[in-house]
């Protein structure tokens, strides 16, 4: 009590203390001292951090960036998916198509009488057969020329084969086909759209945005949303903005495809000595380190270590070449912690490279100057209250 007493006598004494204890600490403040979470020295320590068996800490480079960057980017369509310059549109089995033939006059197999009443009249030199729908065996039958497949070809092809058949038959034949009902090359467009349909195709070639279109575009917003294109056994997802920007992403569809629009809420948390603590949203086509600092406020100047920013992370275990054992994974993924040291200028083309994804945790520590100053503020609240007193008493 008497040394108690002496010490409240010396107010100078007192200050000292506290300063030999906060500097002693260095940054190892007591675990009683408020914060917004672990210290740069807690993270990097595997006592403190690394109680979950498996946890990671990693020092990002430039390397590891462009290698993160670039296991993450989604496939570009034009590469899954090449495209041809003929239009996609092939007659199948269940569509109904519509022959016309000429021939030169005076004619020889045909009239000018059309077989089913759509010519204009009979001194027409065109005869148009009936529509026929093509047969399971993908075949229609014409006469003087018999059972013609039409399955896998296009119209141009199919009066090609007719012609040629009627070669030697009828008085230099011309042929025109149509399509007078597209039964077999559709396409599907579903998820969020404003209208989920199954989308006939022409022979003028659907792309990817028409259908869109046509099932009257999308219901969120277009920085938000992603699409999925399947096609036999080969699925790949694009961001939306993506695909508008590159015209070559505006692939040509083909019979079967199906497009799915799909919703991508992403966000990432921020913590710690940053302008804001949220969660904040990003775009489907992601974001980079850098674009997510600058949309939490940056670093707080007055609290932040720029050496202490962490993500931490559920990652790909291949990516890192981690070996595992089944304890540390979840889902197939393992918790990674990435350091980024901001004092480095050369950083900041790091963080440019490194990105962000959905779920991720963006946190950014106190210094040790801002922790031995909320250290210094509690022992004056402490010591000058005693002071005042102890004058108040003598």
């Not at 496939?75 to 092939?90: A, E, K, M, V």
């Not at 070559?248 to 809420?265: S, Y």
């Amino acid at each position: 009590m008497h040394s108690v007493n002496r010490l409240i006598r010396r107010p100078a004494t007192l200050l000292s203390v506290a300063m030999i204890c906060s500097l002693s600490a260095c940054g190892t403040f007591p675990g009683w001292i408020s914060a917004s979470g672990p210290s740069r020295e807690q993270v990097q320590s595997p006592r403190d951090t690394r109680r979950i068996e498996g946890i990671k800490l990693v020092d990002v480079d430039d390397a590891l960036a462009k290698k993160l960057a670039k296991a993450k980017q989604l496939g570009r369509f034009s590469d899954i998916f090449p495209s041809h310059s003929s239009n996609n549109y092939l007659i199948g089995p269940g569509d109904i198509i519509e022959v016309s033939i000429w021939e030169a006059q005076p004619p020889m197999l045909f009239s000018g009488v059309s077989l089913d009443g759509k010519a204009a009249s009979s001194s027409s030199p065109a005869v148009t057969l009936p529509d026929q729908m093509v047969s399971p065996d993908g075949t229609i039958s014409i006469p003087f020329a018999g059972k013609v497949a039409v399955k896998g070809r296009n119209t141009d092809q199919i009066g090609d084969e007719i012609t040629r058949r009627l070669h030697g038959k009828a008085n230099r034949p011309q042929v025109l086909v149509r399509v007078a009902k597209n039964n077999t090359s559709n396409v599907t467009v579903v998820g969020e759209v404003s209208t989920s349909a199954t989308l006939p195709l022409t022979p003028k070639g659907e792309r990817l945005i028409d259908a869109l279109a046509l099932a009257g575009g999308v219901k969120q917003p277009i920085s938000r949303m992603a699409i999925q294109l399947s096609r036999g056994e080969t699925t790949s997802t694009m961001a939306l903005d993506s695909i508008i920007r590159d015209p070559k992403q505006n692939i040509m569809l083909k019979p079967g495809d199906v497009v799915t629009a799909l919703f991508q809420p992403l966000s990432f948390s921020v913590l710690g000595a940053t302008g804001k603590n949220d969660e904040i949203p990003f775009e489907a086509q992601g974001i980079s380190l850098a674009q997510a600092l600058a949309r939490s406020g940056g670093l707080n100047d007055m609290r932040a270590d720029a050496r202490g920013v962490f993500i931490f992370r559920f990652e790909d275990p291949k990516l890192l070449g981690q070996e595992t054992t089944p304890k540390t994974v979840v889902n197939g993924m393992v918790p990674i912690v990435y350091q980024v040291d901001l004092r480095d200028p050369a950083s900041f083309f790091v963080t440019q490279n490194f990105p962000i994804q959905n779920h991720d945790i963006l946190y950014v520590t106190n210094s040790p100057v801002a922790e031995f100053q909320k250290f210094l503020s509690l022992i004056i609240s402490v010591a000058v209250p005693s002071v005042t007193l102890n004058n108040a008493v003598k």
